[in-house]
């Protein structure tokens, strides 16, 4: 399984990005999709899931901002990051979890740069 992301690059403060990542590969059925994130010398943090069926979840720091979706036909998970801040600033990574075998992939990661 591949993950690929898009998206990602300079904003100032209050902007918004929309972060894409496409799975592909032998992918039978996906439950989970997310987004984590990180910072140089932090630990990767959980930003937002959605579940196969819809249900999301976000982290507190996002709630109000931020808009996890998914395109189940493609295989496809979307970020919507709206308001941005400087701390949103980190290396952005798709996370996806398989139904069948409840392996989990993560892609390359995106860079997303809040200017203040």
């Known amino acids: 399984v591949q993950l690929q992301a898009y998206g990602g690059g300079l904003v100032q403060a209050g902007g918004s990005l929309r972060l894409s990542c496409a799975a592909s590969g032998s992918i039978f059925s996906i439950n989970r999709m997310g987004w984590d994130r990180q910072t140089p010398g932090k630990q990767r943090e959980l930003v937002a899931t959605?579940?196969?069926?819809?249900?999301?979840n976000y982290a507190d720091s996002v709630k109000g901002r931020f808009t996890i979706s998914r395109d189940n036909a493609k295989n496809t998970v979307f970020l919507q990051m709206n308001s941005l801040k400087p701390e949103d600033t980190a290396v952005y990574y798709c996370r996806v979890r398989m139904a069948d075998t409840s392996n989990t992939y993560w892609g390359q990661g995106t860079l997303v740069t809040v200017s203040s």
């Open positions: 959605i579940t196969s069926g819809g249900t999301t």
